[in-house]
């Protein structure tokens, strides 16, 4: 597979929306370049790569959707852009309550915090199918865990695609777990630091006293841009996705670059509300 | 010490809290079929099974609920900013937000069954009647355990983020852990409860739900019953593991190495969950085998 | 076996949905702006009107895009709306620099731009090859932005930034209680938004959701778009005796009762007209008589 294929079709991405997306993804660091303090570019581009984290992130996540609710297909049954997103939360929770740790320990926080979140989620989700429903975990897509080594074949219930989330499925689900909880803080992290920055000035108030403001902004701001490329990854996954050892993995190329553009613009507009 | 011991303290509160709200979540979702599973009431009639199930389709759980915490929370923000007592701020704005929820419920119902004219689903008003309050009083007990916590960590445990965007985060992470535990135990085991257990649904029998059961014939409010004795205990125990382990992690350990002490708590408990997990799922390959013949899993 | 999202052919042109929408929503605004021109605040409750403006907009956008089948469901269609909505919102509220009446038309603007790019990524680079899709994610930015603007008026009573910002808080000082400024008592500090954000989100995406089917009419969709909207006034109307005037919160409060109320029984007569039989207390009626 390649990652810029032909025009059109299933897999590869097309060029000109390609050409489009990256004029504009430079274009929006341009302004910002020249409109906003010198810091904010470097701002702009960790929220760039806050949002490809995410976008990276999700597709590791199994999610089963619909089947999986009745143990036809493996993974949790949830939306894929709802249950990253609860990862990813609960994550920027834990990232922002670090926030004046210092940067790096906040970004881990975060990280820790949604994949300890998926860790849970992944565990009670398996401790239901094997203790409340009698049903061991195997995968449709591949005979073999790829980690463990376990044999699938015998273990799938006739005319099912798989249950459960076999531990290819859970090591995926706690790294996309940890990835979107990254993502996510490290995009309110930047902004955070932006307002911080820049409204005292605005707001003639004290630095102290717009604190209250500035979190309330990035932490909309975050919540927004994590939905947003959320959702573009899950348009992405088209549903349904097993983890890592998916053939369906193979297409978080095109998730990244566009939730990158997509977070380059978000955060142009983010950094615009100040620099004006 | 004192600030760790009411650190300790809050946390166990907030960790209980979020227990029962993950017990709550999980038990009203089934008892007005939310999310996933419900995707099967929507079909049965398409199959030919005419139903008198609450086709409740809202949303996935994860974004209803942020909404209704999210309501719950901002109103409750909005009475304390005017100076009403906190609990009774928590409370009314948590009634309020399940009263949105029960208008939600009710024109989903509608919405939904109306549509379904062409395979002849009747809509029965019955239903509407009976199980809309029921639903409704679990949600009031996840909404208001769910803002309660929010409170406690702001007032007590100093976060920085304001009510209504707590009501979000925590919102949604409640939907997604009460989803995910808790669906495939009502969407496997109550709704399709005569197939044999110990096995996935064969795709041949999807929309081929059970409509006549122990007490007559099976309306949601029946499903709370069964649900409620493993489905909802696990996702409380999920959503409570979750934010008890969040803020324990962190209370605890914080102030060590300047933070990052709390880090490396996090990544030894996310590796013993790892050793747990792998456990459970080589004890059930041990315990229960392969599947040997060939034997259709429908009766 | 999957369900199948299917919805009514023919019916209102998408276009007059358009142009009807866009057009009171931003007129809607400019009244509720009213309030600054006045020195009152009953006008708030027009920015609730603006929003249920959008939302009846924005859900004949959803039906249009989501019939052709996005392999996700419907609400994270409502999803994107709002995240871009916000977004461009928040900087919308800001062109105050150069006059406060650019503010509403300035949001359609930015959000277009957001929306449409936001398209292009999702059509070309993640491969969606839905031919409606650039204009249907810009139509819905813009119906997130003016939702979020719409309601935002109705709770503080402004939608200039300056203004969203400003709160007072009864501090204890020395023993008496003095109103003094706070910023972790505005609309901003508290973020109200998110409230308001999910409220939206979830109005925008339901009527769809809710009415799908085979027999889904548009009249039946329209009407609990209504209702959803006005019942989304309702908590923003208690949220907003916080900010403005009690007598205009009551106002903006009575407004969003009634106009719930009459909507929600408008949908349930139309929904007793599609359906297939109405029954109460009666059992299973199986296929083919029994």
Same mark, same amino acid.
């Given at each position: ?14 060029p000109v929306g390609l ?15 020249i409109?906003?303090?010198t810091?904010a ?6 929220v760039?790569?806050?949002?490809a984290?995410?976008g ?7 999610v089963?959707g619909a089947?999986?609710?009745?143990g ?6 949830t939306?894929?852009?709802?249950l990253?997103?609860?990862a ?9 309550w ?7 320990v906040?970004?881990?926080g ?13 565990l009670?989700?398996?401790v239901v199918?094997?203790?409340g ?11 073999k865990d790829?980690?463990t080594?376990?044999t ?16 290819i ?7 996309g777990g940890?990835?979107g909880?990254?993502g996510?803080?490290?995009?309110y ?12 000035q605005i ?9 209250p403001?500035?979190v ?11 939905l947003?490329?959320?959702v ?5 996954i088209?549903?349904?996705i ?7 993995f ?11 553009i ?6 142009m507009v983010?950094?615009?509300?100040v620099?004006? | ?7 300790i303290?809050?946390?166990?509160i907030?960790?209980s809290l ?10 009203e979702?089934?008892?007005?079929s ?5 995707s099967?009431v929507?079909?049965a009639?398409?199959m ?6 609450y086709?409740?389709?809202?949303s996935g759980?994860?974004p209803?609920?942020a ?10 923000w ?7 007592n906190a609990?009774?701020?928590i409370v ?6 399940v ?7 009710t ?15 009747p ?5 509407i009647?009976s199980?809309?309050?029921v639903?409704m009083a ?7 355990t769910?803002v ?5 960590m ?13 009501g ?13 535990t ?8 109550r ?16 929309g ?12 949601s409010?029946?499903n ?7 489905a909802g205990p ?6 409570g ?7 324990w992690?962190?209370v ?5 190495a300047?933070?990052w ?11 013993i ?9 080589s004890?059930?390959r041990?315990?229960y085998?392969?599947?040997?013949s ?6 | 076996?999957?369900?199948e ?9 998408h276009n007059?949905f358009l142009g ?5 929503s931003?007129v809607c605004l ?9 020195g ?13 403006f ?7 956008t959803?039906?249009n895009l989501?019939?052709?089948g996005?392999?996700?469901?419907? =609400? @994270?269609?409502?999803m994107? &709306?709002?995240g871009?909505? $916000?977004i *461009?919102? #928040?900087?919308a509220?800001?062109?105050?620099i150069?006059s ?5 038309v ?6 277009a731009?957001l ?27 813009i ?6 603007l719409?309601?935002?008026a109705?709770?503080?009573g402004s939608?200039?930034f ?10 204890n000082v020395?023993g008496?209680?003095i109103?003094? =400024? @706070?910023?972790a008592?505005? &609309?901003?500090?508290?973020? $109200?938004? *998110?409230? #308001?954000?999910?409220l939206g ?6 009527p ?25 006034m309702i908590?923003v ?9 009690s ?18 029984m408008?949908?349930i ?6 359906a297939?039989m ?6 299973i ?6």
């Open positions: 597979m390649s990652a810029l294929g032909g025009g059109g079709g299933g897999e590869g991405m097309d050409g489009i997306g990256l004029v504009v993804a430079l274009l929006s660091v341009v302004i910002v370049y409109l906003a303090p810091t570019v470097f701002a702009l581009i960790g760039i790569i806050g949002g984290l995410i990276f992130g999700i597709h590791f996540v199994p089963g089947p999986a609710a009745m036809q297909s493996p993974g949790i049954a939306g894929v852009a709802m990253a997103t609860g990813g939360l609960a994550g920027l929770f834990g990232g922002a670090a926030a004046e740790l210092g940067f790096g906040a970004l881990a975060g990280a820790i915090g949604g994949g300890l979140m998926m860790a849970i989620t992944c009670m989700v398996n199918y094997v203790y429903m009698g049903i061991p975990a195997a995968s449709g897509k591949v005979d790829p980690i080594g376990d699938f074949p015998a273990y799938k219930s006739q005319g099912t695609e798989g249950h459960g989330l076999p531990f499925s859970y090591v995926g689900g706690v790294i940890m990835f909880g990254l996510g803080t490290l995009i992290l930047e902004l955070l630091e932006v307002y911080k920055e820049t409204l005292p707001l003639s108030a004290g630095a102290e006293d717009v604190i403001i500035a309330g902004l990035a932490g909309i701001f975050a919540v927004g841009m994590f947003v490329n959320a573009l990854s899950a348009y992405n088209t549903g349904t097993e983890g890592p050892h998916d053939p369906k193979r297409r978080f190329p095109r998730a990244v670059i566009a939730c990158a997509a977070s380059a613009v978000c955060g983010a950094i615009m509300l620099a004006m | 010490m004192e600030s760790l011991l009411v650190g303290g809050i946390t166990a907030a960790g979020a227990a029962v709200a993950g017990a709550a979540e999980d038990t979702s089934d008892i007005g939310q999310g996933d599973p419900n099967q929507q079909l009639p398409q030919g099974y005419i139903n008198r199930i086709n409740k389709a809202i759980e994860p209803a609920y909404l209704w915490c999210a309501m719950g929370a901002g109103i409750a909005a009475l304390m900013a005017i100076n009403i609990i009774l701020a009314i704005g948590s009634a309020l937000a009263f949105v929820q029960g208008i939600y419920c024109t989903a119902y509608l919405g939904r069954v109306s549509s379904l004219a062409k395979f002849e689903q809509v029965y008003i019955d239903i009647k199980v809309t309050t639903t679990h949600a009031f007990v996840a909404i208001f769910c309660a916590m929010c409170h406690l702001i007032v007590a445990l100093g976060h920085p983020f304001p009510l209504p965007l707590l979000i985060v925590w919102g949604l992470a409640l939907g997604a852990a009460g989803s995910a808790g669906n495939p135990y009502y969407g496997k085991e709704q399709y409860q005569k197939y044999k257990f110990g096995a996935g649904l064969p795709i041949s029998a999807s081929d739900i059970v409509r006549y059961a122990e007490a007559g014939q099976r309306s409010l029946d709370g019953w069964f649900t409620s004795k493993l696990a996702s409380g125990i999920c959503f593991l979750i934010v008890f382990l969040e803020l992690r962190t605890l350990f914080e102030s060590i300047g933070g002490g709390a880090v490396i708590a996090g990544v030894v408990l996310i590796l969950f790892m050793v747990i997990d792998r456990y459970v799922e004890w059930a041990n315990t085998g392969p599947y040997t060939t034997e259709e899993a429908s009766s | 076996m999957t369900v999202i299917s919805a009514s052919e023919g019916g209102i042109p007059n009807i929408g866009l057009v009171g931003v400019y009244l509720a702006y009213l309030n600054v021109f006045t009152m605040d009953v006008f708030s409750v027009f920015g609730g009107i603006a929003a249920v959008a939302l009846w907009w924005g859900t004949d959803i039906k989501c019939s052709y996005l392999g996700t469901g419907v =609400p @994270s269609a409502g994107l &709306a709002f871009s909505g $916000v *461009a919102m #928040l900087l509220t800001r062109l105050e150069i406060p009446l650019v503010i509403p300035g949001a359609v603007v930015i959000a731009i929306g449409a790019i936001i398209g292009i990524v999702a059509d070309k680079i993640v491969n969606m090859h839905i031919p409606v899709m650039v204009k249907a994610l810009t139509e819905m930015a119906v997130g932005a003016l939702t979020l719409g309601l935002t109705m709770a503080s939608f200039v300056s203004e969203l910002v400003a709160g007072t808080a009864l501090i020395g008496t209680m109103e003094l =400024p @706070s910023f008592a505005s &609309a901003l500090g508290g973020c $109200v938004l *998110a409230t #308001l954000f999910m989100a979830i109005a925008l995406q339901h769809f959701n809710a009415c799908l089917g085979p027999n889904e009419s548009q009249d039946r969709t329209q009407m609990l778009a209504l209702e959803c909207g006005f019942l989304s908590p109307a208690v949220i907003s005796f916080v900010f403005i005037s007598g205009a919160a009551l106002i903006g409060f009575l407004v969003s009762v009634i106009g719930w109320a009459y909507t929600y408008e949908f007569k139309l929904s007793k007209r599609d297939y109405w029954l109460d207390g009666k059992p009626l199986e296929k083919g008589g029994e």
